[in-house]
């Protein structure tokens, strides 16, 4: 991003607002969850989501797919149908802030699997940083001194899941317009939810219908804000405003659902923050240094 385009200020207030949606829609799940089964929680707020997505069909209509693009736009679609059922069985069975600080480890997973499947090479610091992110991971859980639950074992496959959808976007993103890769998305995450909410499938009620309406809109608008973000301001200057939802998460959870203050889950969770913070950084560099010429070769222009 060359520096006179770079709006740090704006980059991040529209990374904080993004934040705060993207909590307000973890807590309206969460409000929900007593009431309604995952599944079905997951696929009306994909469904009610297509609404706002109707403008960017038209758009996607007019692009000329391969077969290939085809199969690994389903194939996202499937691995992120599946990551969404077990975040919502997350949210609804464990706490609001154990969730937050487990979702942060999607992009350690991203950098294992961009190592193993794409060929990245990972420095010994990196490495380095990979581990704290997941020895964070085991503060948070603590196996043998507290009980994990199912919505715990959930969340850590949700996380593994969502970092191959995301290892899959960014691939497509290279070949294809991102319009595209955002809108099938949600096609096919609501195609793939399907089977899933099916069996447990109980009728809502208009308020739950509701709910799930903002809950979609919300996310929408958050991931929308999210991308102004990113236009306005490197990565490393608005990923830090990201972590802030470990605060609401906390906060909320404690305030709205009486939900105690883990020490140790704030402990994990800023491990993993750090983690991500480093190898965010690094990446940022090694991207600065490839786009960079060297001297001499400047000299040459």
């Known amino acids: 991003m060359p520096a006179a385009n770079i709006r740090p200020v704006e980059g991040i207030l529209w990374t904080f607002g993004a934040g705060i949606l993207f909590v307000m829609v973890n807590v309206l799940v969460k409000y929900l969850g007593p009431v309604m089964p995952a599944p079905e929680m997951a696929f009306l707020r994909y469904a009610l989501g297509l609404v706002l997505l109707v403008p960017a069909i038209r758009q996607i209509m007019r692009l000329r797919l391969t077969r290939r693009q085809w199969g690994l736009f389903i194939l996202r679609g499937a691995l992120h149908s599946v990551g969404v059922a077990l975040w919502f069985y997350a949210m609804a069975t464990i706490p609001l802030a154990d969730v937050t600080a487990m979702n942060y480890l999607s992009p350690i997973y991203v950098t294992i699997g961009a190592a193993l499947f794409m060929g990245e090479r990972l420095a010994m610091r990196r490495i380095l940083a990979i581990v704290v992110g997941l020895v964070g991971a085991v503060v948070i ?6 009980e994990i639950g199912p919505g715990h074992y959930a969340m850590l496959v ?5 970092a191959g959808s995301y290892l899959l976007a960014k691939h497509l993103t ?18 793939g939810l399907i089977p899933i909410a099916a069996p447990v499938w109980v009728t809502p009620t208009w308020f739950q219908l509701g709910i799930l309406f903002v809950t979609a809109t919300f996310a929408t608008v958050g991931h929308y ?14 990923q830090p405003v990201t972590f802030l939802q470990l605060v609401w998460a906390v906060s909320l959870g404690a305030i709205l659902f009486h939900e105690p203050v883990d020490p140790f889950v704030i402990a994990g969770g800023l491990m993993i923050i750090g983690a991500i913070s480093y190898i965010t950084w690094r990446e940022h560099v090694i991207k600065k240094r490839a786009v960079t010429p060297p001297l001499p070769a400047q000299k040459m222009l």
Do not use: K, Q
């Open 141 to 146: 859980l603590r196996p043998g001194f507290r």
């Open 158 to 162: 949700a996380a593994i899941v969502f």
């Open 174 to 191: 290279d070949e294809t317009d991102p319009v595209a890769v955002v809108t099938m998305l949600s096609v096919w995450v609501t195609i």
């Open 225 to 238: 804000l999210m991308t102004l973000g990113f236009r306005a301001a490197p990565i490393t200057v608005t």
